[in-house]
């Protein structure tokens, strides 16, 4: 494997090892984790935080986390849960760390993290606003403008207490009242505004029920699950960068204790050291879309056959295209991560696969675009093998077999009546070898009434099959693939191809659905090297000339395995 892309959090990391930073009893001195939102399906642009977070564990010897960030009970459900660790699995990583489990919900810690809320209060950082979510919004101010205080922001502690339980406890309806950090709202930083950390949602909760009718913020509730996890570096995406020094104010509050004018001390929940943030670009690839939002309206709106109809940027879909978890990683690998937002060119996924693959894969011969190919003076009845390695630069992998005949199946574009220049392969008087077979010379074309060339004829050459000495004396040009007629067997095959034509399919604000490539999915039958039948679903081959095909997880089925290409040998789109 490739050595690791070195990046600005490899060199954080490695300062922090050798300071010591994280240096705790019984603990690995890096925990990252990756935290998705169970609200869709995961798709490239989060197997570049999966790679990250579960590579830079693996590097150095820690271990990462997978935590479901599920405090929006109305967009979050199980199926989404369970198709992300099916994702992150199939990936390559695990969260088992010494025979435990790090498989977390934001949701365990819902008990916690209302006691921290209650401590907040009576510490004086955090109040119940009776304002409307529109009257709050009206008064954070603006960039040039500091918001205005609400008028609840000095209610008594004991009040905001009283009400804040009450909350809890279902007396009001969603949206009557919030919990708000009180911070500072002339901060240059809108998110230090008093943010919002508390909402009443009177809502189903896929896995904690109707217990709860309150529900924390999304930036409350992320610093304290990664110090209740005790992260050590937590990694996210740049446009949290602004969020960074809420999660900082969270952590400092709960690490610190505060004597109350009765004498009591709280507080306390946390110790140091504490979790970081940092920030790196998320993935933007070309020929792509990355929004969720987006890819639920391809789905929905049926555009696609499904999260893992092979187009999609899902990982479910790349996995169906055919895609292996090694290229997927290759690729994050090269694009390494970088400080600062960019374009990644769709060309650099399809080359990771190739690189993959090309070792890997099998190859075989498929006809796609079929043509008669009839050899008027082979013997009926003779049936020749023809051998051909499983892999050319791996000959101890072995040999493959299958029949030459009197009739083959070859591509029609291997035939020009009239050759263009520089064309050698078969046209009336030309030479070409049967690859893995004889030197055969084409004498004419069978056409039908409009023109149209229905077969081809050709005499072959008995000296001249490859691996005989004779085959030494036939020089040529052209060298083409074929099956035979009578012992192909026929295949659905889909040619898949990017699902937008341009670059950037939803620049500008324009609808990304008039992007689509009308030709990212094509069926065919075609004809298939007889081996081909026993290929098992997620069996993958390099077609010769073709590019890397996989037998479909889905639609396969025993005897009947059906392909769906993967990517072309070469990069069509001048990426
Ligand atoms: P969306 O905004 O489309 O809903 P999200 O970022 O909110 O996506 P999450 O489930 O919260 O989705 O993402 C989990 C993790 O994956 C987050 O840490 C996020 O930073 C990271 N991530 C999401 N999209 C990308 C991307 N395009 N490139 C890199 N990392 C990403
Ligand atoms: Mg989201
Ligand atoms: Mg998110």
């Avoid at 009283?162 to 919030?178: I, Q, S």
């Avoid at 099998?362 to 499983?390: G, H, Q, T, Y």
């Avoid at 199946?409 to 263009?420: A, G, H, N, S």
């Amino acid at each position: 494997s490739e050595p690791s892309n070195s990046n600005f959090l490899r060199a954080i990391i490695e300062q922090d090892n050798k300071k010591g930073t994280y240096r705790r009893q019984g603990m690995p001195d890096v925990i990252t984790r990756f935290p998705p939102e169970p609200n869709g399906y995961l798709h490239i642009g989060h197997a570049k935080s999966i790679c990250l977070n579960f590579g830079l564990a693996r590097d150095y010897s820690g271990r990462c986390h997978l935590r479901f960030d599920d405090t929006n009970p109305t967009r979050e459900n199980q199926e989404f849960v369970d198709t992300i660790i099916d994702s992150v699995k199939w990936l390559g990583f695990s969260w088992e760390h010494n025979d435990t489990d790090y498989l977390n919900y934001a949701s365990d810690y819902f008990d916690t993290l209302y006691l921290m809320a209650e401590y907040l209060i009576e510490a004086g950082h955090a109040y119940v606003d009776s304002q409307t979510a529109e009257e709050i919004a009206a008064t954070r101010g603006s960039f040039s403008e500091p918001g205005k205080k609400s008028p609840y922001r000095d209610r008594p502690a004991a009040e905001s207490l009283d009400l804040f339980r009450r909350m809890k406890n279902g007396e009001f309806p969603d949206g009557a009242l919030v919990l708000r950090a009180k911070i500072d709202m002339a901060s240059p930083n809108m998110n230090m505004r008093d943010p919002v950390i508390y909402r009443i949602r009177h809502a189903h909760h896929h896995r904690t029920g109707e217990r709860w009718c309150i529900y924390p913020m999304y930036d409350y509730t992320h610093p304290i699950s990664d110090a209740l996890e005790n992260i050590t570096h937590s990694i996210c995406t740049l446009e949290f960068q602004d969020h960074r020094p809420f999660y900082d104010w969270v952590l400092a509050r709960l690490t610190e204790t505060v004597t109350l004018p009765d004498g009591r001390i709280i507080g306390g929940f946390l110790a140091r050291p504490l979790p970081h943030q940092y920030e790196f670009a998320r993935l933007n690839m070309t020929y792509s879309i990355m929004s969720k939002r987006r890819l639920i309206q391809l789905v929905e709106e049926g555009v696609v056959e499904g999260w893992d109809d092979p187009r999609m940027p899902t990982i479910v879909g790349l996995r169906r295209r055919g895609y292996t978890p090694e290229s997927i990683q290759l690729f994050c690998e090269r694009i390494g991560v970088a400080k600062s937002d960019g374009w990644i060119d769709m060309a650099t996924l399809e080359a990771s696969l190739r690189d993959d693959l090309d070792p890997k894969a099998p190859r075989a011969v498929a006809v796609l675009n079929p043509l008669k190919l009839v050899i008027d003076n082979f013997p009926e009845n003779l049936k020749d093998m023809c051998s051909a390695p499983l892999h050319p630069h791996y000959p101890e992998r072995g040999e493959r077999q299958f029949p030459i005949s009197k009739e083959l199946w070859i591509e029609r574009e291997d035939f020009m009546e009239d050759p263009v220049k520089g064309y050698f392969r078969l046209f009336p008087g030309n030479r070409v070898r049967l690859r893995y077979g004889y030197v055969v010379e084409c004498t004419h074309a069978d056409t039908d009434e409009n023109g149209n060339v229905t077969a081809v004829h050709c005499t072959y050459f008995p000296d001249s099959k490859s691996g005989t000495p004779g085959s030494a004396n036939y020089k040529v040009k052209g060298n083409i693939h074929w099956v035979s007629a009578h012992h192909a067997f026929q295949a659905e095959v889909r040619l898949f191809d990017r699902l937008f034509s341009d670059p950037h399919p939803d620049a500008g604000g324009r609808d990304f659905r008039e992007a689509l490539n009308p030709n990212a999915k094509a069926v065919i039958t075609a004809y298939l090297e007889p081996g081909l039948v026993t290929a098992l679903p997620e069996d993958r081959f390099q077609f010769e000339r073709h590019g890397y095909f996989i037998a479909d997880r889905e639609d396969s089925t025993p005897g009947k395995p059906v392909f769906n290409r993967i990517v072309t040998l070469r990069d069509s789109w001048g990426g």
